[in-house]
């Protein structure tokens, strides 16, 4: 599979350090506020990225962190902590502002058919284990001690601008809203490993450690967590393109400086969501996320369908009327599918053919668009069978993750979808009185396809959406 490499800057043959086991690493939300669609679009795009690779034969081991601690207003250490902002300003505590927005980060996630990954962790579970990289970093003379910090010393590195254009000259206090001056760092670029409550007397998640008592800066989280759970090499590490500066570059930093040899050998980054504003930002206000997306009536898949419709390095821009758009192809697409009668022999032949050509537009740095193209073209292909077509949709929506197979139609209202369950399950009964068990177990068929399990049981027929 080729794909664009941020560290290189070009597009590169992926080749896993061990063979075809993949180790991933996806940075996770930061807990305090809902997840807007723009930060579903970063998710979606890794989503796609770990299918195409088991797609494609890999066997894939991610792992994705949650921020529940440590990252501040600004991405360069200054303001406060985003956590404990959200816990005031909603009389919480932090943790019930992390426990709360977590789980709706994951119904969010699973509304758009996200793979939940292997591993996922809080940063607040793995204090210990960034102490452990910080003091190795103290001793090797790459972090210094500073009005109660921890700061890691950028100078100490020969590249520490490796996946990125800035020059410290950008850095400069002033030149970026965001940065403020701390006179306790030795050089601008530096960054906080530690910091202390000597700064921070207020702040309420606290761990005692060598330096005082204290919480631990954003970036060490990613650092530890991919350490601890996948080891010490990385195949591919990704996040939005505003991850790029200043968070992996620091990620690559520390590591690299704790580990002593090349940490991830492959950069992964999303282009932004943009809404008429610009980049679509939770600190901007009212989030749109994907629940609100399905409140208002939208089909959490057309917006994933949106985003597959563009390319994951290309900034896309968001209105109700291009995910309508999207959602009535969407719409026309499935009942396409619908109409497709399973009949005719499989062909390997022809399976092979068009599923050779979806391949090759996924190995083509994931090319979702091209990929959808072939999708339509297996479609209107007359010279093969309906049997071999519905092999290859199937085949596609496990990378597509569209639910292509399923009609909303019959799902989405419950009152009318359980009267046709219930229609169903009693003339299933009446074919299952007469021993007509195959018309029987046709209609048991059918509503699986439609994401409905019949269950049997002594007391009748239950049934599960799925
Ligand atoms: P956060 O929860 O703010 O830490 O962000 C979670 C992820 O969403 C990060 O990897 C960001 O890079 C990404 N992200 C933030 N804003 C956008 C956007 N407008 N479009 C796409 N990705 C975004
Ligand atoms: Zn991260």
Redo the contacts with the bound molecule.
């Keep these: 599979m080729k794909i664009y490499n941020t560290l290189s800057r070009t597009i590169e043959e992926f080749v896993p350090i061990d063979g075809k086991n993949v180790k991933m690493y ?6 305090y506020s809902y ?2 669609i ?2 579903m ?3 979606i795009g890794h989503d796609i990225l770990e299918k195409s690779l088991r797609y494609l034969g890999f066997s894939v081991t991610r792992c994705m962190n949650i ?1 529940d601690v440590g ?1 501040l207003t600004s991405d360069s250490d200054s303001g406060e902590d985003k956590m404990e902002k959200a816990a005031k300003k909603e009389h919480k505590t932090s943790m019930e502002i992390a426990d709360f927005y977590t789980k709706a980060f994951f119904e969010d996630f699973k509304l758009i058919n996200c793979k939940v990954p292997e591993i996922v962790s809080k940063a607040t579970d793995n204090i210990d284990f960034y102490l452990k990289i910080i003091s190795k970093l103290l001793d090797e003379g790459y972090a210094y001690q500073s009005g109660g910090n921890v700061y890691f010393d950028t100078s100490k590195l020969n590249d520490y601008y490796c996946l990125t254009n800035h020059r410290e000259d950008e850095m400069v206090v002033g030149a970026r809203d965001s940065v403020e001056e701390d006179n306790n760092k030795k050089n601008q670029a530096d960054f906080v490993l530690w910091f202390t409550s000597s700064k921070f007397a207020n702040h309420e998640l606290l761990w005692d450690s060598p330096y005082g008592r204290g919480y631990p800066g954003w970036h060490i989280e990613c650092t530890g967590i991919s350490i601890k759970y996948l080891g010490d090499y990385l195949d591919i590490h ?6 790029i500066f200043p968070h992996h570059t620091n990620e690559i930093a520390q590591s690299e400086a704790y580990l002593g040899h090349k940490w991830c050998n492959y950069w992964f980054h ?5 809404d008429s504003s610009g ?4 600190s901007k206000g009212a989030v749109l996320s994907v629940s609100k997306l399905k409140e208002m009536g939208y089909n959490p898949l057309s917006y994933r369908f949106m985003c597959l419709n563009s390319h994951y390095r290309k900034q ?1 821009m968001f209105s109700y009327d291009i995910l309508k758009q999207n959602s009535d192809i969407l719409d026309k697409l499935k009942s396409k599918i619908s109409n497709i009668s399973n009949d005719g022999n499989f062909s390997k032949e022809d399976f092979d053919n068009y599923n050779n050509k979806f391949i090759s537009t996924i190995e083509d740095d994931l090319n979702t668009s091209n990929a959808l193209t072939v999708l339509y073209d297996v479609i209107k292909d007359n010279s093969i069978s309906g049997n071999t077509k519905i092999s290859l949709i199937k085949s596609f929506d496990k990378v597509f993750s569209l639910d292509l197979f399923k009609n909303d139609s019959d799902i989405n209202i419950s009152s009318e979808l359980e009267s046709y369950v219930l229609n169903k399950i009693e003339e299933r009964n009446k074919f299952k009185s007469l021993k007509d068990y195959s018309s029987a177990d046709k209609i048991r068929d059918e509503l699986l396809e439609k994401g409905i399990k019949l269950i049997d049981s002594r007391e009748g027929t239950k049934y599960e959406i799925i």
Excluded: F
């Design positions: 996806t940075c996770g939300p930061t807990v997840a807007h723009g930060n679009r970063n998710y921020t990252h990704g996040g939005g393109v505003d991850n999303n282009e932004h969501l943009l980049k679509m930002s939770k896309l």
